[in-house]
């Protein structure tokens, strides 16, 4: 049993003083208010509950701050991305991840639901171990202590009914079938591990309704939904259905099912998404980033559909940030402000974020013990109510983050004393 004592604490959307929080196996078993601190409590200041990143391509963090000067949109940036993904190997892509996930953990994201899609060799030849990749992603999270759910992607066209391009080969397995095969040996050791169709542009309606026949029911379903207008335009002229309705009729919409980006929607796209229960994550600094446009957010919020959110390609890792982008874009397409109420935007943080990585988050009992302390006091964040921290803080706020009831990070840094700044310098060089 571990006990953490919290100055104050957010608590289910309410600011809780003299918080014991009490934790056995990873888990929050109470929540006590007004109780007195033991010598052995890990003591605290102001908690909130640890970030979700419910998206994210670690790799593409090597593009940060290299990609502007080209201009252009999406597919101008794909290619370049499509270059760093051609160098990478087992050992250069751990060491890489170990860095943006020790990055993501100094900044108050606790959990990160990996789209993972680098699966073998660049002919597209596996390697001995065909999941050497994803073991190697595997490997990275647990070095620096977040947690990892990892969505290993089938991916098998360059668009309805055309091979995959060269550089991406390395991203198939050539069918279905040979993608679950080795799907089901990760799933076999011991992994959390989900799923994800990269999108309706790399797989087909028949082997999307395969997997979704074949997937262990409890797994989470991860999808990249209608992130360009090219790709309604190429899912209506090879299918007559927007990419919704696609997965619609192959029966992947469900409630573990997670939409990434979701940008470009109809209104009856919105209306089967929300009756089917399924989720969608929001990516707004890399929505941003790239030029997609604004998602109809608060659209899909009120007919009912869980938003969260994600760092995607981490040109941004910082889900204060994220909070914030996700709520002036709808300001920006609304020319309101308000769109979302402080604990709709900390449920979109935390717990949705936790819930499509198919695991319990938030600061309540029976969730995963991770918080985060932030410092109310800085130039940032003094003045500002509990609940609308997250509107004004950023990651140099945060000064610890916990995982299970452990403390992994203080002040920026790994409890090991590794620096994020370093382990990014050295595992970049590789790529260079």
């Given at each position: 049993m571990t006990r953490i004592h919290a100055e104050r604490a957010l608590v289910e959307g309410r600011e809780l003083t003299g918080v014991v929080i009490e934790v056995a196996e990873g888990r929050i078993t109470a929540i006590t208010r007004g109780g007195r601190t033991e010598p052995a409590d890990l003591r605290l200041g102001t908690v909130l509950a640890g970030s979700g990143n419910a998206h994210s391509h670690a790799f593409h963090r090597a593009l940060r701050g290299r990609t502007h000067d080209q201009g252009g949109d999406f597919w101008r940036w794909r290619e370049q991305m499509y270059a760093v993904a051609d160098r990478l190997t087992p050992d250069s892509y751990e060491r890489l991840a170990e860095a943006v996930f020790a990055e993501m953990l100094v900044t108050g994201w606790t959990t990160v639901a990996e789209f993972h899609y680098v699966h073998h060799r660049p002919d597209g030849t596996p390697y001995e171990d065909p999941n050497a990749f994803g073991l190697a992603l595997a490997?990275?999270?647990?070095?620096?202590?977040?947690?990892?759910?990892?969505?290993?992607?089938?991916?098998?066209?360059?668009?309805?009914g055309k091979q995959l391009l060269p550089e991406q080969r390395r991203f198939g397995d050539g069918t279905a079938?040979?993608?679950?095969?080795?799907?089901?040996?990760?799933?076999?050791?011991?992994?959390?591990?989900?799923?994800?169709?990269?999108?309706?542009?790399?797989?087909?309606?028949?082997?999307?309704?395969?997997?979704?026949?074949?997937?262990?029911?409890?797994?989470?379903?991860?999808v990249h939904l209608s992130e360009q207008p090219a790709e309604n335009e190429q899912s209506l002229a090879s299918y007559g259905r927007t990419p919704t309705q696609v997965l619609a009729d192959a029966g992947a919409l469900a409630p573990r099912t997670w939409l990434v980006h979701a940008t470009h929607l109809t209104d009856d796209d919105m209306a089967l998404i929300a009756g089917s229960g399924a989720g969608v994550v929001m990516c707004p600094t890399t929505e941003a980033d790239l030029g997609d446009g604004i998602g109809p957010a608060r659209e899909l919020a009120e007919a009912g559909v869980r938003i969260a959110l994600g760092s995607d390609q981490n040109a941004v890792i910082d889900p204060w940030l994220e909070v914030r982008g996700?709520?002036?874009?709808?300001r920006l397409r609304s020319r309101q402000r308000g769109r979302f109420s402080p604990g709709d935007l900390e449920t979109a943080r935390t717990s949705a974020g936790y819930a499509a990585s198919g695991i319990p988050g938030g600061l309540r009992v029976g969730a995963c013990a991770d918080l985060v302390e932030l410092d109310p006091d800085s130039v940032r964040t003094t003045g500002a109510a509990l609940d609308q921290l997250a509107l004004v803080a950023t990651a140099t706020d945060v000064t610890t983050v916990v995982v299970g009831g452990r403390l992994v990070a203080e002040h920026g840094r790994l409890t090991d004393g590794r620096d994020p700044a370093y382990l990014l310098t050295e595992a970049l060089k590789e790529l260079r």
């Open positions: 490997r990275a999270a647990d070095s620096v202590g977040i947690r990892l759910t990892l969505l290993d992607t089938l991916y098998l066209t360059s668009g309805p079938e040979a993608w679950l095969e080795r799907w089901h040996r990760l799933h076999e050791t011991k992994q959390t591990v989900g799923a994800a169709i990269h999108s309706v542009r790399a797989v087909s309606p028949d082997d999307i309704a395969l997997v979704v026949e074949r997937l262990p029911a409890d797994a989470p379903l991860h996700l709520e002036a874009g709808e």
